[in-house]
């Protein structure tokens, strides 16, 4: 069975830290690429950042460069989200998903979801 | 960025009925979109890529179509299970995108 298992989240201050963490198990993890989508509460879902297979390229959303980075650790099946310069506007539940294809960026699977909270 | 347009953004059914949702991207994709349904406090769940193709496990009374920049999510009759959140995404190109949502409820 395909799992992918955020941890990570919790309440930090603006301008803190946060390093998100997705587990993945009951697949083979390697070949895929993989992303973060996060969804406000309340609101819709938007996509944050994409990795590939290898690490070798990432892509992120306007909203997110230069303040966090993807990456990932294929012998230990997980890929991270450390976020940086958190604003209150970064609260959001983040959600570890699997592109179906390296090349179709649609999500097959998604994470349970973690929530980040940025507040004084 | 493409802007995904979605349509209505709520919508009431009574089971059995026939639904329709609209997604309308602000330049063509192709092909290149997924439809998902999202209940509360959960993932979101793929029902439909390339516009038109059924996900594994999905039940056949959702279809997809639609290219270009319009695109459509069906529900043939509505089920009980089916009152939820849908979201279209394009993936063509980045920044992916998502449509804002229609919350399908009971009438």
């Known amino acids: 069975e395909v799992q992918l298992v955020e941890s990570g989240g919790g309440l930090v201050r603006p301008g803190g830290s946060l390093r998100l963490s997705c587990a993945a198990s009951?697949?083979?993890?390697?070949?895929?690429?993989m992303h973060w989508v996060r969804q406000a509460p309340g609101k819709g879902l938007v996509w944050v950042s994409r990795i590939n297979n290898d690490g070798s390229s990432t892509k992120y959303a306007d909203s997110v460069w230069g303040r966090f980075t993807i990456s990932r650790d294929n012998a230990m099946h997980t890929v991270y989200l450390q976020m940086d310069n958190l604003r209150p506007e970064d609260t959001a539940v983040y959600y570890c998903a699997r592109a179906a294809d390296w090349s179709w960026d649609y999500f097959d699977f998604w994470g349970q979801g973690i929530l980040v909270t940025v507040s004084s | 960025d493409i802007q995904m347009t979605q349509s209505p953004s709520a919508l009431s059914a009574s089971v059995g009925d026939r639904v329709t949702i609209t997604c309308r991207a602000s330049?063509?994709?192709?092909?290149?979109l997924a439809w998902y349904q999202q209940k509360p406090g959960n993932a979101p769940k793929v029902l439909i890529y390339?516009?038109?193709n059924l996900q594994s496990g999905v039940p056949s009374r959702f279809s997809g179509s639609g290219s270009g920049t319009e695109f459509t999510l069906t529900i043939s009759s509505l089920q009980p299970d089916d009152f939820a959140t849908y979201f279209c995404q394009q993936y063509n190109s980045f920044p992916l995108t998502f449509g804002g949502g229609t919350k399908l409820e009971i009438k």
């Open positions: 009951g697949f083979t993890f390697t070949p895929y690429w």
């Open positions: 330049q063509s994709i192709s092909t290149w």
């Open positions: 390339k516009a038109s």
